[in-house]
């Protein structure tokens, strides 16, 4: 018994005619009976009887016909699953973001996208760069949105977008009324930095680093996210993604830092042996370019 003899079986029933079912799924009516032939002799019961007007369901065709009704529809659906499978209509990505993408970013573009795919499901993890790098290259993600990997890994990466950053200071901070704030002013005053493992720290102190003057005094927050909210509290300044201060914070004022800035190239990648990326996660990936940066040339 296969899917094409329960659709023609199906086809008979509901036309009430061999005739008819073959006009309909575009068969010669030879192979119509041929097919019912075959699976009445496969059940070893009659199913249909051949009336002078219309074809009659004997009681197992009654019965044959109500389990197979579903039987088709389930067919039809995982028929269609698998093409849009195969199309990139349809399957699961896992996406991996640093902030203030995850949290800035994301949430509008990923609505959109779903408005778009609706079969595609979709599954966000939000880490550091060092973090979803390793879990992409374990496999445990299908791409990712960061800072530029290390070199010398198996990842490829597109840079997308400049990350921004500004200096934020609670009102009053002596730095507020600096018309221009050099790295080497930052110096005595207290500076909100991330983990160590983090790109923006890395990028933050090389910067720093140039400029002479006594040692920094630094605090360290595990949260690039949460920077603005010890700033908000006075605890000390802070470079936070400027896309992160929509609203400003009470009490905060915002600079620039002359010079050298500490902005972040951000970028999409995915493991090398994964590139050109196929089905679902092409859909993904395209899109995401599309919204964050170039233009997708694939």
Do not use: W
């Amino acid at each position: 018994m296969d899917f094409k003899t329960l659709k023609t079986f199906q086809a008979i029933v509901s036309t009430g005619s061999f005739n008819r079912a073959a006009e309909e799924l575009s068969y010669a009516q030879s192979t119509v009976t041929m097919q019912i032939q075959k699976l009445e002799a496969q059940l070893g019961v009659q199913l249909l009887e051949r009336g002078k007007q219309q074809v009659i369901l004997t009681e197992a065709g009654r019965l044959f016909h109500e389990q197979s009704l579903q039987i088709v529809k389930d067919m039809e659906r995982l028929q269609s699953s698998l093409a849009d499978l195969q199309s990139g209509g349809a399957g699961s990505v896992r996406i991996g973001a640093t902030d203030p993408t995850a949290s800035y970013r994301l949430p509008q573009l990923l609505r959109i996208f779903m408005e778009q795919f609706p079969r595609i499901i979709l599954s966000v993890e939000i880490a550091g760069t060092a973090a979803l790098s390793g879990r992409l290259l374990r496999g445990e993600l299908d791409m990712i949105l960061c800072s530029a990997p290390q070199l010398g890994t198996e990842l490829y990466f597109e840079p997308l977008f400049t990350e921004e950053f500004v200096l934020l200071l609670p009102e009053g901070h002596p730095l507020e009324t600096e018309k221009e704030i050099t790295a080497d002013l930052l110096r005595g005053h207290r500076l909100l930095i991330t983990a160590v493992d983090c790109p923006y720290r890395k990028k933050l102190e090389s910067i720093l680093q140039e400029a002479a003057g006594p040692p920094l005094n630094t605090m360290e927050i595990g949260s690039m996210s949460a920077l603005k909210f010890y700033v908000e509290n006075g605890i000390g300044m802070a470079f936070v993604p400027e896309i992160t201060l929509q609203t400003l914070p009470p009490g905060t004022v915002v600079r620039r830092l002359s010079g050298p800035g500490v902005d972040m190239s951000c970028g999409i990648a995915c493991r090398i042996a994964d590139y050109p990326l196929r089905g679902a996660n092409l859909q993904v990936y395209q899109f995401l370019k599309r919204e964050l940066g170039i233009p997708v040339h694939m």
